[in-house]
């Protein structure tokens, strides 16, 4: 479930790139910040919190690494995933065997393109001004992220600039991310 959540920030993260490369010439080709996770399930009363850092880049992938209270890794790129667990072991995902996960690898692929037709193969996306920024709101169609996923809303500050996330589930859970930009260049993966 872990992969499940990094892969669908990845896909936050890339689907807000593919609108802004579709209404905006400049889009940061890589993102890299520092984040706080704030998980809550249905059935607990206290929410989980975790801490991290992330980078996603066109020709490196997408890094999400969770550094507190457990280490946990995982990476992307292309049709390459892959989960270190907090026990230290190593996982290859493999995206004919877990249906989101290729649907991810596609919307990964079309959001580094720019390719808004393939990103609206996959949500409905509604966009909102803000003072500062935009809200994007992306809504699952029927399908593999429709089945885990309600909605997910992207606040930026700027083109290609999360500020926070939030993934609504369809277990009732929902998921919160908070930025803090570490710079535009990533670490390797």
């Known amino acids: ?6 892969a669908c920030t990845a896909l936050c993260l890339l689907a807000a790139g593919a609108v ?9 080709a890589a993102f890299s910040a520092r984040f706080v996770e704030t998980r809550s399930l249905p059935g607990f009363d206290t929410p ?9 880049d066109a ?25 270190q667990l907090p026990d230290g ?9 877990a249906p989101w996960l290729a649907a991810v690898e596609q919307i990964f692929l079309g959001a580094l393109s720019g390719n808004t037709v393939q990103l609206q ?3 409905e996306v509604h966009m909102q001004p803000l003072a500062q920024g935009r809200q994007i709101t992306l809504t699952p169609r029927p399908g593999p992220l429709s089945q885990a996923i309600v909605r997910i ?7 290609g600039r999360p ?21 535009a260049s990533p670490t390797a993966p």
């Not at 479930?1 to 990094?6: N, P, Y």
């Not at 802004?20 to 940061?28: G, K, L, S």
């Not at 926070?164 to 710079?183: A, M, N």
């Open 1 to 6: 479930m872990t992969a499940l959540r990094a």
């Open 20 to 28: 802004h490369a579709a209404t905006t010439p400049r889009v940061p």
């Open 48 to 56: 989980l919190i975790s801490h991290g850092v992330l980078s996603v």
């Open 59 to 83: 020709t490196r992938g997408f890094r999400w690494e969770i550094t507190a209270p457990y280490h946990y890794l995982f990476e992307m790129n292309g049709a390459q995933a892959r989960e």
């Open 89 to 97: 072991s190593v996982r290859q995902l493999d995206p004919e065997q």
């Open 121 to 123: 193969r996959y949500f």
């Open 153 to 159: 809303q992207v606040v930026e500050s700027a083109p």
């Open 163 to 183: 500020e926070q996330i939030d993934i609504r589930e369809t277990s009732g859970g929902r998921l919160q991310l908070r930025f803090t930009p570490t710079g």
